[in-house]
C-alpha cells in the first residue's frame, strides 16, 4: 500500500524574550501575494530536497538544481498546510516527512535530511515582507 506524505505542521516557536508570533499577512494584496509566491516557491524547493532523500533520486549535478526543478489576512501556517493538503491528496512518499514553521534566528528555509524535516523560518516571510516595503514603487 502506498504511504502518503504526511507533513506534519507545527509552529515551533522559541521561548522566552525573543519568541515571535506566527507571522501573519499583512493587509495588502500586492504585497501579501509576492510574499506568499515566494513562501510557496521555496517550500516547494525544500520538497524537491525531500523526495531526493526520501525516493533516493539520483542527482546530476548540484542538488540546489536538481531541487529546483522538482517544484511543482491568513497566517503562513495556514498557508503551508493548504499546500500541504494539496501534496497529500495528490502524492505520496514511502516516508513521512515533516513541516515545521520555527523562529530560526535567521531568515532561511531548509530541508533536514536526518530529521526528515522542512523548516520554514518565520523570519524569512518576515524578511520577504521587509524587502517589499523596501522597494521603491
Same mark, same amino acid.
Not at 525544500?46 to 546530476?60: C, F, M, R, W
Not at 495556514?78 to 513521512?96: H, S, T, W, Y
Given at each position: 500500500?502506498r ?23 499583512p493587509?495588502?494584496e500586492?504585497?501579501?501575494t509576492?510574499?506568499a509566491n515566494e513562501v510557496?516557491?521555496t ?5 524537491? #530536497?525531500?523526495? &531526493? ?8 549535478g548540484k542538488?540546489e538544481?536538481?531541487?529546483? #526543478?522538482r ?15 494539496g &501534496? ?11 513541516v515545521?514553521l520555527?523562529d530560526?534566528?535567521v ?10 524535516t ?20
Amino acid at each position: 500500500m502506498r504511504q502518503f506524505l504526511w507533513a506534519t505542521l507545527l509552529c515551533a516557536l522559541a521561548t522566552g524574550a525573543s519568541a515571535q508570533a506566527v507571522f501573519q499577512f499583512p493587509e495588502d494584496e500586492a504585497e501579501s501575494t509576492s510574499i506568499a509566491n515566494e513562501v510557496i516557491a521555496t517550500f516547494y524547493h525544500e520538497l524537491g #530536497h525531500a523526495q &531526493i532523500d526520501v525516493l533516493d533520486l539520483p542527482v546530476l549535478g548540484k542538488q540546489e538544481y536538481a531541487a529546483d #526543478h522538482r517544484q511543482a489576512g491568513q497566517s503562513l501556517a495556514d498557508l503551508i498546510a493548504e499546500e500541504v493538503a494539496g &501534496i497529500n491528496e495528490r502524492f505520496g512518499l514511502p516516508e513521512q516527512v515533516s513541516v515545521v514553521l520555527a523562529d530560526c534566528g535567521v531568515a532561511n528555509a531548509f530541508y533536514s535530511p536526518d530529521a526528515q524535516t522542512i523548516t520554514i523560518c518565520n523570519e524569512y516571510a518576515q524578511n520577504l515582507q521587509a524587502m517589499w516595503e523596501a522597494s521603491p514603487d
